[in-house]
Structures are given as structure tokens and as C-alpha cells.
């Protein structure tokens, strides 16, 4: 039996996580964690028999104590007190955003498992996060689709012959337009997402390719492979979903149909890999499978997200910050879809990088992005 912690459990990876759980009879859910979703959060917790809950707003904390006769625990370090007072085999960290690396550095300071949705830890902190995996001699388990699908091509294989990684983006709903056309997208045009079903802050980034130059910082620290040795297609039909190529030629591949309860319950699971209710490939019927360069001149994110991590030190965490602001003031109406690259250049232009040596000095670069972001976004960002 392996009991689980659930760090934004309210989301979209959060509650097919809470469905993994409901059917695995090896799984025992044991804490929840979400922002303000009392009614919701205290449900699941009854339904899984969950002991603790943690919500972040203490109006929500006060609502759930009412009503729910294990622990509630309130404020901004609900998630990260609720880690030390579970104790589960295996923490979920799916809060969104850089407010999720110092639940991810709790989970393994705890002595937990990290399955990891929160691409933010890695992208802010990834020397501290890789530094605290080796210490705890805990699992590292991504979650994200693409590094899920890596991290099973590369079981078994010794490092010396793993030639280059494959990340693949499906395009998002934009590909092939030019930069005038998407100056007028709206925000429900960005929203709806050709193959995945996914929260709005990562759908937005995966509409620019911000979401795979983070993924691509995340696959440096994870594999420490270098940028150079970390390639990244379009491939429109989302199912290959990460590819090694080997020194001998071959070239291997994770492949299946695009469904983010498959790398969950592999994370969630490991090493059992418990069966998934996730539709099958049907290999009788003709598909087709393509692959194209991503056009780095229009999706100016992901050229801005590689240079950030050949960068290094605190780089990644400023334009992390940056995107995340001027994602929010685009889904607010007060910037347009191709301000959301121009105001990262322009935070990045303006902030010089500094060697990364602790999680306060991620949060004070974090918080200096923020500033100078919705400074040049103006009041409504």
C-alpha cells in the first residue's frame, strides 16, 4: 500500500489524480491540498478518506473546518505544513506556478517520493531541486506527458549512449500563423487546444511554446542532458510524445494517444504500472504521424526559453515569472497574445542573472520579474 499527498487537487492533474487513486486498491489517500476550493477539497477528502486537508485561503480553511472532522490546515503554507504532517510515500505537487518549489523541496526534505507536476520547481530551482533529489535518495517522478514518455525510453539505458533527447509539441491551436494574425487572438481562441485538455495558464503556454522551452529547461535538469543536446518538433497529432535518439542509430519512442492519466498513474504507481482506463492506439486504422521545425521567428517563447537556460542561475526563474504575469494579463483582456513574449524579452533584457544558490533568492528573482512585468503591462496586468 503507498499513500499519497495531493498538492493542487482541485486542478486538472489534481483530479484525475484523485480518479487514479479512487480505482487503485495499492493507493490510500491520505492529504489534499488546493488554493480555496472548500466544498470540493472536503468531498474528495471524505469520498478517498484523506486525514488532512490544507487550503491556502483562510476563509476556505475556516468553511472546511466546519464541516470536516480531520485536520484543516490554513495560509499561504498550508501545502508545505500539510507534507510534514502526512508523511506520504509519494507527494503529487500539481500547484501552479514558482509558488510550487517550496512544497517540491518540502516533499523531499520529508522524505517523500516527488511525482512532479509542477514544472515551475525545476524551471526556477532546478540546480536546488536536483541537489535536494540527490540528498533525499528519493524518486524524481515528472508527470508532465513529455517527460513521463523519457524518462520510460530511457529505462535500461546506460547515459554514454543516449545520443539526444526528442521533446514534442503538438503546435498548440496557432501553428502555421504568422505574427500579425496572431497579434488579434483572443483568449478563448488560445483556450481551446487542439489535442489537450489542460488548465488555462499551461493551454495559454502551450499556445506561444512558452510550454515546451519550459519543458525543455525541465529535461536539462531532469536527464542532465545539454541544451544543445535537447531537440524540439512539432508534431500535430500528440502521440509521440518524447523520443531518444541512441549512439547506434536507433531512435525510440513513447507512443500513445493523449491522455494525462497514463504519465499520472505511472508516476503515482511506479514501478507496478497499474492498468488506466486511457483509450488505446488502434494500430488497424491508418493515422499519421508528422513532424515539422517549430517557427522560433512567430513563437519567440520558446527561443527565449532556450536562452534562458543556456543562461542559467536565476535566468529561467525570471522569465518563469514574467510569462506567468503577462499570461494572467493576457487571459484578463489587458495585454494582447503577442505581448506575452514582448514583455518577457523585456524583463529578461532588464534583469541581469545571478549564480542560483537558495530557494529565498528564487523567490526574491521571482518577485523582481513580477515587479518590473506588470510595470511594463501597467496597472490592469
Not at 535518439?245 to 507496478?272: E, F, K, Q
Not at 486504422?285 to 543562461?311: K, N
Not at 493576457?330 to 497574445?337: D, Q, R
Request: proline share 4%; with cysteine.
Amino acid at each position: 500500500m503507498r499513500t499519497v499527498a495531493i498538492l493542487g487537487a482541485t486542478g486538472s492533474v489534481g483530479g484525475q489524480a484523485l480518479e487514479i487513486v479512487s480505482r487503485s486498491p495499492d493507493l490510500t489517500l491520505v492529504g489534499l491540498a488546493a488554493r480555496s476550493s472548500a466544498d470540493e477539497v472536503v468531498d474528495a477528502a471524505r469520498r478517498l478518506g484523506a486525514t488532512h486537508i490544507a487550503l491556502t485561503d483562510a476563509d476556505a480553511a475556516a468553511r472546511a473546518a466546519s464541516s470536516f472532522q480531520g485536520a484543516v490546515l490554513a495560509g499561504p503554507a498550508a501545502a508545505v505544513d500539510l507534507i510534514g504532517e502526512v508523511g506520504a510515500d509519494v507527494v503529487l505537487n500539481a500547484i501552479v506556478g514558482s509558488a510550487g518549489l517550496e512544497a517540491t523541496m518540502a516533499a523531499l526534505a520529508a522524505g517523500s517520493d516527488l511525482a512532479l507536476a509542477n514544472k515551475e520547481s525545476l524551471v526556477a530551482g532546478g540546480e536546488l531541486v536536483t541537489d535536494a533529489v540527490r540528498r533525499s535518495g528519493r524518486l524524481l517522478l515528472p508527470v508532465d506527458s513529455e517527460h513521463s514518455a523519457l524518462q520510460q525510453c530511457l529505462d535500461g539505458i546506460a547515459a554514454e549512449a543516449v545520443e539526444s533527447l526528442v521533446l514534442t509539441a503538438s503546435g498548440g491551436p496557432f501553428r502555421g500563423w504568422d505574427t500579425e494574425r496572431l497579434a488579434g487572438v483572443t483568449a478563448e481562441q488560445a483556450l481551446a487546444h487542439p489535442t489537450w485538455s489542460m488548465g488555462a495558464k499551461i493551454t495559454v503556454d502551450s499556445a506561444t511554446l512558452m510550454n515546451k522551452g519550459l519543458e525543455l529547461i525541465e529535461a536539462h535538469h531532469l536527464f542532465g542532458m545539454p541544451y544543445e543536446r535537447v531537440e524540439i518538433v512539432v508534431h500535430p497529432q500528440s502521440i509521440v510524445h518524447g523520443m531518444a535518439r541512441l549512439r547506434d542509430g536507433a531512435l525510440i519512442a513513447h507512443v500513445g494517444l493523449p491522455d494525462m492519466r497514463v504519465p499520472i498513474s505511472y508516476a503515482l504507481t511506479y514501478p507496478a504500472r497499474e492498468a488506466t482506463d486511457a483509450p488505446r492506439l488502434d494500430l488497424t486504422q491508418p493515422f499519421t504521424l508528422a513532424f515539422e521545425p517549430p517557427d522560433l521567428t512567430v513563437f519567440r517563447c520558446l527561443a527565449l526559453a532556450r536562452s534562458a537556460g543556456e543562461t542559467g542561475g536565476t535566468a529561467p526563474c525570471t522569465l518563469n515569472a514574467a510569462n506567468e504575469v503577462a499570461v494572467a494579463a493576457f487571459l484578463a483582456g489587458a495585454c494582447s497574445f503577442t505581448e506575452i513574449a514582448d514583455t518577457v524579452e523585456a524583463v529578461l533584457d532588464a534583469v541581469e542573472a545571478e549564480p542560483l544558490e537558495s530557494v529565498e533568492q528564487v523567490l526574491a528573482a521571482d518577485a523582481k520579474a513580477r515587479e518590473l512585468a506588470r510595470g511594463r503591462l501597467g496597472a490592469a496586468a
